[in-house]
C-alpha cells in the first residue's frame, strides 16, 4: 500500500472511532435523564408517602383509630 492508503484507513478508522463516541455520549445524556426522572418519581412517592404517614398520625391523634381499622376504612373505599 502506498501512503494514501495508509491516509484512507487512519481516516475511516479515526471517523468510525469519532461516531462511536458521538453515541455513547448521547446514550450516556439519555440515560442521565431518564435517571433523573426515576429519582424524581421516587421523591415525589416518598413525599406521599410522608403525607400518608401524618394523615395516619392525625387520624390517631384525633379520632383514636387505629392503622388496622384506617386500613379497612381504605378497602371500604
Known amino acids: 500500500m502506498n501512503i494514501y492508503g ?12 469519532t461516531t462511536l463516541i458521538v453515541i455513547l455520549l448521547l446514550e450516556v445524556i439519555v440515560l442521565n435523564r431518564r435517571l433523573k426522572k426515576v429519582s424524581s418519581v421516587a421523591d415525589t412517592t416518598h413525599v406521599e408517602v410522608m403525607n400518608i404517614k401524618k394523615r395516619m398520625n392525625v387520624l390517631k391523634k384525633k379520632y383514636e383509630v387505629d392503622a388496622e381499622e384506617i386500613v379497612e376504612i381504605s378497602k371500604k373505599l
Do not use: E, N
Open 6 to 17: 495508509y491516509l484512507v484507513f487512519f481516516y475511516s478508522l479515526t471517523a468510525i472511532t
